[in-house]
């Protein structure tokens, strides 16, 4: 059963990247090397569809964060949640799934984030526009877990 769902668009990367496709394939076609300017156009729109939103759900005991259609996802069981907190990220840190000094970073858009702290001592952040929502489904799923 899921309790808690929410879905992220990242505008400025499906947009930005969809306009540097629109870009290329205009010079490509005005200067005669539109051939050239596929690859570079095809793995900017497959890196728009894999890493255009992210959906983080609540479900049977674990957090689930998945970019796009799935392909890339990250499950984190809620057992193994000591504490989790909103938290800002740097802009530094960008989009996409990080390697931050406060652990993996799973972000699409924004600044704003959940960190979980994990019982081996691990850190990840989670990017999300609603982190006192999603703090609060975490608190809440957690406090289900443990009245078992």
């Known amino acids: ?23 290329l394939g205009l010079a490509g076609a005005a200067l005669g090397t539109l051939r050239w300017m596929l690859p ?6 497959l890196a728009a569809l894999l890493f255009g939103w992210l959906r983080t759900e609540i479900r049977g005991g ?6 796009g259609p799935g392909l890339f996802h990250k499950r984190f069981p809620l057992r193994e949640v000591e504490s989790v907190r909103p938290v800002r990220n740097s802009w530094i840190w960008g989009w996409g799934i990080r ?11 924004g600044l704003d984030g959940v960190e979980l702290t994990l019982a081996d001592g691990r850190h990840a952040r989670i990017g999300t526009d609603r982190p006192d929502e999603l703090v ?10 443990e009245s078992r």
């Open 40 to 45: 570079p156009m095809v793995l900017l729109g």
């Open 62 to 67: 674990t957090l689930h964060c998945r970019f």
């Open 1 to 23: 059963m899921t309790t808690y769902s929410h879905t992220q668009f990242g505008r400025v990367l499906v947009y930005g990247m969809s306009a540097m496709v629109l870009f």
């Open 99 to 109: 390697y931050t000094p406060h652990g993996w970073l799973y972000n699409v858009s």
């Open 136 to 145: 609060r489904a975490i608190e809440q799923a957690i406090a289900v877990l």
